[in-house]
């Protein structure tokens, strides 16, 4: 999948695109909480994609899941 097509993935579960940059900074934990955008946090958690866990935010299993649907860069290729 190029780069152009990418930009043309529908989103699962409705996410707009900052809320699936949101998910994606959650899931490699390198983002501090009070860099996230927090109307993204706030749909994640309500939508219950993301929690509360001992180091901070966290993907639930339903979150992960979407994670995984989410389009990938092209030079990502190996499994996560």
Known sequence: ?????I???Q???KLTEEEA?????VAFG???VRTLRQADLARLL??????????GLELT???????????????AARPR
């Open 46 to 55: 309500a939508l219950r994609l993301i929690a509360g866990g001992r180091d």
């Open 61 to 75: 299993r339903s979150g992960r899941d979407i994670f995984d649907l989410l389009p990938r860069a092209v030079f």
């Open 21 to 25: 940059v949101t998910l994606r900074r």
């Open 7 to 9: 930009a043309h993935v």
């Open 30 to 32: 390198q983002s501090d």
């Open 11 to 13: 989103l699962p579960s």
């Open 1 to 5: 999948m190029s780069r152009e097509n």
